[in-house]
């Protein structure tokens, strides 16, 4: 079995917590599904954590959205750091493009099967 293309994580890290949650599959990784990933981690951590997290999951989304009005993200990592704290959120695209929107998708495959017909 091959590895999928667009593969990633999110994290949330530090001050003794490690959670994540992953993406690994063909297609590149819409924003709305980034979103609904990072609303995913913030609900699996405690609340207690989620909070001292506040600020970096909002600029995690703020960074999602604004990644799929610029064509989505290609292989890279950013960390959301809470200061003077290791707590902190990241984003992990380990290949392929993330937080692209659905309309990027569609033109890309109307492009890929334009180029085979």
Same mark, same amino acid.
């Given at each position: 079995?091959?590895? $999928? ?36 981690? +913030? ?11 506040? +600020? ?26 809470? $200061? ?31 180029? +085979?017909?």
């Amino acid at each position: 079995m091959s590895k $999928k293309e667009h593969r990633g994580r999110i994290q949330a890290q530090g001050e003794g917590l490690e959670a994540s949650e992953s993406w690994a599959q063909d297609e590149p990784l819409t924003a709305k599904k980034g979103l609904g990933l990072l609303r995913r981690l +913030k609900k699996k951590i405690s609340e207690a954590d989620a909070a001292k997290r506040e +600020k970096q999951f909002h600029k995690a989304e703020g960074y999602i959205n604004r990644a799929s009005q610029v064509g989505g993200l290609d292989p890279h990592k950013k960390t959301f750091k809470k $200061k003077d704290s290791d707590a902190r959120v990241e984003i992990e695209i380990l290949s392929g493009k993330a937080f692209v929107s659905f309309l990027v998708i569609l033109i890309l495959l109307f492009w890929i099967f334009k180029l +085979k017909g």
